[in-house]
């Protein structure tokens, strides 16, 4: 893999790496994020007008890669964005008939308890 050194800051002690992949779209195309671990294999000296910095050998650094939107997903995503999304028909209809099925079930539950009323026995006293 084909890597160069972007910068370097002597007083964060950050090497800013930049990495070249031969394939970028292959990287953390799925729904989890991946994990890039680097480590060094040998000692890396770097040199600027101030300092020299030596990069030890087994050092390593861990970054987590977010997961890609695919090509599928980017015109949702624009329109997202944008604020042109409209909901889908399924959806709206989904959603009304789980409030209709709420209503329905409301009512089965009103009427099981009238009808364990109706199994209870009151004694009223007459008027005299």
């Known amino acids: ?17 930049k990495l070249n992949f031969t394939d970028p779209k292959s990287i953390s195309s799925g729904i989890e994020a991946d994990i890039l671990e680097a480590f060094i294999t ?17 050092s390593s650094a861990k970054k987590s890669i977010p997961p890609q939107i695919i090509e599928s997903l980017k015109f949702m995503a624009s329109r997202f964005k944008d604020g042109n999304l409209q909901i889908s028909d399924s959806l709206a209809v989904n959603f009304l008939f789980s409030l209709f099925i709420q209503y329905i079930w409301n009512m089965l539950d009103d ?15 007459g008027i005299v």
């Open 1 to 17: 893999m084909r890597f160069s050194i972007e910068s370097y800051n002597p007083i964060k002690a950050e090497v800013k790496v």
């Open 42 to 58: 040998e000692d890396v000296k770097i040199q600027t007008e101030k300092y020299i910095v030596t990069l030890k050998h087994r």
């Open 111 to 125: 009427f099981s308890f009238l009808t364990i009323n109706t199994m209870i026995s009151l004694t009223v006293p």
